[in-house]
């Protein structure tokens, strides 16, 4: 069983800033690609920002030049930086190991709330 250790959610003011974290095995962060998806209440789920094994970052229209996703490859953690936040980012963040054609790991995912 693969534990995703999610935190940083919360409740934040139009522009303010939130730092999503997920933590993983050695074993899993190390081999796979992991990012953030989010859903709203009544939308479907989206990929927010992921980042590849060695770096490579891939972000929704939406975040670019707003969010960042980073990994610290010493603590096997993913971290998503939010900055500038709206009321339209407001949605439950889901943290996820993408293993390609064996599948994906999913956090069970922060509520992040931005509303004045």
């Known amino acids: 069983q693969v534990q995703l250790v999610e935190s940083g959610g919360g409740l934040v003011q139009p522009g303010g800033s939130l730092r999503l974290s997920c933590a993983t095995s050695r074993s899993i962060f190390s081999l796979y690609a992991m990012g953030w998806f989010r859903q709203a209440p009544g939308k479907q789920r989206e990929l927010v920002a992921a980042?590849?094994?060695?770096?490579?970052?891939n972000y929704a229209d939406s975040v670019k030049g707003r969010f960042t996703i980073s990994r610290d490859n010493a603590k096997n953690t993913v971290y998503l930086q939010m900055n500038s936040l709206k009321p339209e980012d407001q949605a439950v963040y889901s943290c996820?190991?993408?293993?390609?054609?064996?599948?994906?790991?999913w956090g069970h995912g922060p509520q992040v709330t931005v509303s004045s």
């Open positions: 996820n190991v993408d293993r390609g054609a064996l599948g994906r790991y």
């Open positions: 980042i590849s094994s060695d770096g490579g970052t």
